[in-house]
């Protein structure tokens, strides 16, 4: 099950936002899964929304040193730099680019410039809608079903470049159906290259995606 995608407005000037917009990435919330419920919160508190320790001890019914502790463990879990790398946006839209160069004209030499050795896949369908089940693994695999499956899957989608997550992905819709098909977001390494897709197909949470758009 991957997290929700979340519709993020784009504003390239406004440095305030970018601890939050780095913290809306599908890689960053699903590393946010890894941690207990309070290191969860106190994290949030203190990384996110700038509480000062002695607040997130009180929001937390805590002494301040169990508070600190929380935090420290929480980025120690996490891998903060890692998983908050904010990749350059002419280098997110080359690799938009690419993936649909990949899909429409079957030509994957661009994109596999920009995918990293052990890229990985994920889809999740919810249970609702046929994707691809488990995690595929390695650049040659993932081409592999971007060529094979995704080029005659997609072909008739159109689609919608947007800020998903906190970064630059793309939405697939289904005019005949005049429903959101699916979404895409990319996770990145530190040397800019895409290490994880993330394809979003659940019908449910592709709805509160949709209304949440038009907002």
Do not use: C
Request: no cysteine; hydrophobic share 40%.
């Amino acid at each position: 099950m991957l997290p929700e995608p979340i519709h993020t407005a784009s504003d390239d000037n406004a440095e305030e936002k970018l601890a939050l917009t780095s913290s809306l990435t599908t890689a960053f919330l699903l590393m946010l899964e890894r941690l207990t419920p309070k290191e969860r919160a106190a994290y949030l508190l203190h990384e996110i929304f700038g509480q000062p320790y002695e607040e997130v001890a009180e929001t937390l019914d805590m002494q301040e040193t169990a508070a600190r502790k929380l935090v420290s463990r929480a980025k120690t879990n996490i891998g903060l730099e890692k998983a908050r790398h904010q990749t350059p946006r002419e280098r997110q839209d080359e690799l938009l680019s690419a993936f649909h160069t990949a899909i429409h004209g079957g030509n994957v030499t661009g994109l596999s410039a920009l995918l990293s050795a052990d890229v990985k896949l994920t889809a999740d369908g919810g249970g609702k809608v046929a994707t691809v089940l488990g995690v595929l693994a390695g650049k040659e695999t993932v081409l592999a079903f971007i060529v094979d499956r995704l080029t005659e899957y997609w072909s008739h989608y159109v689609w919608e470049i947007g800020d998903i997550n906190g970064g630059r992905g793309i939405v697939l819709r289904d005019e005949a159906k005049n429903e959101i098909a699916a979404t895409v977001a990319f996770g990145y390494d530190g040397d800019g290259n895409v290490n994880d897709i993330f394809i979003m197909r659940n019908p449910e949470k592709l709805t509160r995606f949709g209304e949440a758009a038009l907002h």
